[in-house]
């Protein structure tokens, strides 16, 4: 059984991935005996088409040896070899071209129609003295020369059999004329063709099978390859692990978050960036010892808890640093940061003021230099 790189044994079926990397290889399921069946059938197939104008073909061909006497040689030569090249030329396109879609329809059934530019590429390994002996020692090349030896001890043995019965025939074509010759060397060449192609109908099927399995095997798996493609398709169960944990924190954070909104009305001021972060804010003096973040969001959130704020009559104060420092320091039902406390009393001096109906400009709120961020959470 085949081993990998790792030393393990190769037991495991191969993944898609593999199949798709051994495709763009050059790897796919293919048989040149099954090619060769299909060739000959389709030749028989066109021979029995043209059967019945064999006789009138080599008539015509024949044609082109008779000379009249006193007939210009040289001229007549040229004319006649460049009419039985025109018809040569047909003749091989007309059997070609069939042929050829045969064998791509054969192949599309077989593995599919697959270019592949690797399969083309240098290895040194091809002009590798060791790696070829290795290669003609292997059960692939062993296999190969039993299956060769076999075919043609086959054929010949096929070809025998049929011929023996049509030589008494070919005696009489010495006598015969051009047509009538053709016409029995074209019915035994058709008695010849259909047996072996019996026989190659045969050793192609069992050749499909062998290079099917042949494939399959060389693209078994070891444990730990899966184990490495796995790692390398999803990322490795730590990595995983830490994704899942920090969706569910997300996902907790998020839902904390929205249910926050229903405390916004119960706020006392909100700090706007002014579109991008809100913070709503809590103080009654005697109910907690500092100011405490009732709700927080960016993007719609903010936007959401901005209207609720609106609804519900609260101040609303568009001082971007100090939203974005309350937004990145703290948390929902805490109070807010030590370093903040200055900030937020200018904040709901002024907002005390106004709810007693005092004229009052907005104050200028500074900052703490290490709780400066930006709107993606850098410190400024």
């Avoid at 990397?21 to 796919?28: K, L, T, V, Y």
């Avoid at 104008?53 to 008539?59: G, H, S």
Wanted: aromatic share 4%; glycine share 10%.
């Amino acid at each position: 059984m085949a081993e990998g790189d790792d030393g393990q044994e190769k037991t495991e079926e191969p993944t898609q991935k593999r199949r798709e990397q051994a495709r763009e290889d050059g790897s796919i399921v293919t048989s040149k005996e099954v090619f060769v069946f299909a060739t000959l059938a389709g030749g028989l197939a066109l021979l029995m088409m043209i059967e019945g104008l064999l006789p009138a073909l080599v008539r015509g061909w024949s044609g082109y040896l008779v000379i009249e006497p006193g007939a210009d040689l040289e001229r007549i030569a040229m004319v006649r070899l460049g009419q039985a090249w025109r018809e040569v030329l047909i003749a091989g396109l007309v059997v070609s071209v069939p042929l050829l879609a045969l064998v791509l329809l054969v192949q599309s059934a077989m593995g599919g129609i697959n270019f592949s530019t690797k399969a083309l590429s240098f290895k040194a390994s091809r002009i590798n003295p060791a790696a070829g002996l290795k290669r003609m020692v292997s059960l692939k090349a062993l296999v190969e020369l039993a299956k060769a030896v076999a075919k043609v001890a086959l054929l010949i043995g096929v070809a025998v059999l049929v011929l023996r019965d049509e030589l008494s025939p070919l005696d009489r074509l010495w006598t015969a004329a051009p047509g009538d010759a053709a016409a029995v060397l074209g019915a035994g060449l058709i008695r010849l063709v259909s047996a072996l192609l019996i026989v190659l109908a045969v050793i192609g099927g069992l050749d499909l099978v062998w290079q099917a399995w042949s494939l399959t095997n060389s693209m078994k798996m070891s444990r730990q390859e899966l184990k490495e493609e796995s790692k390398e398709s999803n990322g490795s169960p730590e990595v995983k692990g830490r994704m899942r944990r920090m969706q569910m924190e997300a996902s907790r954070n998020g839902a904390r978050r929205r249910a926050a909104l229903d405390d916004v009305p119960q706020a006392t001021a909100i700090v706007t960036n002014p579109t991008h972060f809100a913070v709503a804010l809590r103080y009654v003096p005697g109910e907690t010892p500092a100011p405490v973040i009732l709700a927080m969001g960016k993007g719609p959130m903010a936007l959401d808890i901005i209207e609720r704020g609106r609804k519900a009559g609260i101040g609303t104060l568009r001082i971007p640093l100090l939203a974005r420092a309350l937004y990145f320091t703290g948390d929902i039902g805490q109070e807010i940061p030590d370093g903040l406390y200055g900030a937020v009393a200018v904040v709901l001096a002024h907002v005390y003021r106004l709810d007693r109906g005092e004229a009052a400009e907005m104050p200028d709120v500074d900052v703490p230099e290490g709780l400066a961020f930006d709107e993606f959470g850098r410190p400024m």
